[in-house]
């Protein structure tokens, strides 16, 4: 149980265009979900933290309008990163909080490697 | 953002050795976590600890919350090549807050 996918696992695209990402909770509900970046031999960073049905909230220093996030369904939530530059090639991991559990535990995504040309 | 510090940055072992790695914060967390990360993965979860003092196993893993609140430490015992990876720490204030991740500490077993 308590499994995370992601899509799609790497993507390239050019620079001025967007990119979608998608979070799945595949086995369990996450009223919440967390998104955050990787740059190579580094550590994860909070982006932001994605509610169902309500507003994401933003780490300080991150673009809400460049990385717009929806959380519509208890098992989806997305990333889109607008207009992306060079600059915003990472790998983007999400992660799950499972409303059922009492520990609260996140579970992570595989991730997705975003190249940007 | 804030990360905690861990260290060693990075070990060179050999099959067979154990392995000693921690975690410090300068401010307290309510839980501490450890997960691996491989190449070109996501992290996984490998202990929670929930109670200062806790001490925690999970087979060759064990892992300890310390008494202040502000340190958590991770033995691997008789290492492997397949723990191979990075190792990361995370805390956590409250239930439902935000995680706080360490730097990393770099794995790799030589035959």
């Known amino acids: 149980g308590a499994v995370v996918s992601q899509h799609p696992s790497w993507v390239i695209c050019k620079s001025g265009t967007s990119v979608k990402i998608e979070c799945r909770s595949l086995?369990?509900?996450?009223?919440?979900m967390f998104w955050y970046r990787q740059f190579p031999k580094q550590s994860l960073m909070l982006m932001a933290t994605?509610?169902?049905?309500?507003?994401?909230?933003?780490e300080q220093g991150v673009e809400k309008d460049k990385f717009l996030i929806n959380h519509a369904s208890l098992t989806l939530s997305t990333l889109t990163v607008t207009s992306a530059h060079p600059e915003d090639s990472s790998f983007y991991i999400c992660?799950?909080?499972?409303?059922?559990?009492?520990?609260?535990?996140?579970?992570f995504g595989p991730g997705t490697r975003l190249t940007v040309t | 953002g804030q990360q905690l510090n861990q260290s060693p940055q990075s070990m060179f072992i050999q099959e067979g050795e154990d392995v000693s790695m921690n975690c410090t914060s300068s401010?307290?967390?309510?839980?501490w976590l450890w997960y691996k990360q491989e190449p070109g993965e996501g992290p996984v979860l490998l202990i929670a600890?929930?109670?200062?003092?806790e001490l925690t196993s999970n087979g060759r893993l064990t892992a300890q919350f310390g008494i202040t609140r502000k340190d958590s430490f991770l033995n691997i015992s008789a290492s492997i090549p397949s723990d191979v990876g990075i190792y990361f720490c995370?805390?956590?204030?409250?239930?439902?807050?935000?995680?706080?991740f360490g730097t990393g500490t770099r794995l790799q077993v030589t035959l």
């Open positions: 992660s799950a909080r499972d409303t059922r559990s009492v520990s609260y535990e996140q579970y």
């Open positions: 086995d369990f509900q996450a009223t919440t």
């Open positions: 994605s509610n169902e049905g309500s507003k994401a909230t933003y």
């Open positions: 401010s307290i967390f309510n839980t």
């Open positions: 600890l929930y109670k200062a003092g």
């Open positions: 995370a805390g956590r204030a409250g239930t439902a807050s935000k995680l706080t």
